[in-house]
């Protein structure tokens, strides 16, 4: 098929890879415009743009489709069909229309189960069970149209936002492939209305761990926080990122570490801290941590 991929972060990149593997013509990338980062604040480019020029192809990043010169530059691509993966921005009705078989979005969700823009944290840190990729038509509503394929997986009990987010996007990589080549025979399924929630952008208010909450609760917002932006707390009067946890044994005033493997109690039970990050320094395991910074039992966190 004649393609045209809008992406923008890592987890889009596999999925263009996928579509080039494929043999699918790739007519145009279009992703968000680059933007300044990095000590010296220069513009760099976003993920899909540096792998779409690694692969030659041609990339487009304006910064709104709502113009009518931008909706004929997109029409004027003679797409068979667009795929849209965390591309980032709103699609018009007319942009939605150019392609002949329209935008498919793949969405890392089990929808009508988190629509928007955070559903892998917001998975994670409700305690679901399970999570999924969709392959959805995309209509003018937020993620509302209907589902042409879907594929789920279990959420592991340790898992963390961003061992989740490579999974999926693995997974979106494949099922698009599959669904590109089955589109003839696939009848799209439209949503239900129950089952609504959705997945609200994380604010890095959400970020500071409250020691008097459940262990429950502490450990899937540290899992799901990981690694961005990150649960927090202070230890010794230094804020310190917890990147990824588990449940434990244990009781204490909230807050309260455990024992000398940063087990810290919670309001009701007790969680492991598992890895740990310093302002300015790397990304730690906590028995590594803990050599150049012993925490002992009884800090209050």
Not at 29 to 58: F, I, M
Not at 101 to 108: K, M, R, S, W
Not at 210 to 230: C, H, K, M, N, V
Not at 249 to 261: I, K, N, R, S, T
Request: proline content about 8%.
């Amino acid at each position: 098929m004649r393609v045209v991929f809008m992406g923008t972060p890592d987890f889009s990149v596999p999925v263009l890879d996928a579509l080039v593997r494929a043999g699918h013509e790739v007519a145009a990338v279009y992703c968000q415009p680059p933007r300044p980062a990095g000590r010296g604040k220069k513009d760099r480019p976003t993920p899909v743009h540096a792998r779409a020029e690694e692969l030659g192809l041609e990339v487009r990043h304006p910064v709104s489709l709502k113009g009518a010169e931008a909706q004929a530059d997109f029409a004027a691509l003679g797409a068979d069909v667009a795929v849209v993966v965390a591309y980032g921005l709103i699609l018009p009705q007319p942009v939605l229309d150019a392609p002949r078989h329209g935008c498919l979005n793949i969405h890392a969700s089990l929808l009508p189960r988190w629509r928007g823009a955070a559903p892998i944290h917001r998975a994670i840190m409700a305690g679901d069970a399970e999570t999924g990729i969709c392959i959805m038509q995309m209509e003018a509503g937020l993620d509302t149209g209907p589902v042409l394929l879907r594929a789920a997986t279990p959420i592991g009990a340790e898992e963390t936002t961003g061992a989740l987010h490579d999974r999926l996007s693995a997974m979106g990589a494949e099922l698009i492939i599959e669904a590109l080549a089955r589109l003839p025979e696939l009848t799209p399924e439209p949503q239900p209305e129950a089952g609504v929630t959705y997945a609200a952008k994380i604010d890095k208010a959400e970020a500071r761990v409250d020691w008097t909450r459940p262990a429950a609760e502490i450990d899937r917002q540290i899992r799901g926080l990981s690694p961005f932006p990150g649960a927090w707390t202070e230890i010794e009067g230094e804020r310190v990122k917890l990147l990824a946890s588990r449940q434990a044994e244990g009781q204490g005033a909230p807050g309260e570490v455990l024992d000398g493997a940063l087990t810290v109690a919670c309001g009701t039970g007790a969680v492991t801290l598992t890895r740990l990050q310093r302002a300015g320094k790397a990304a730690q395991d906590a028995d590594i941590f803990l050599r150049g910074w012993p925490v002992p039992r009884g800090t209050r966190l």
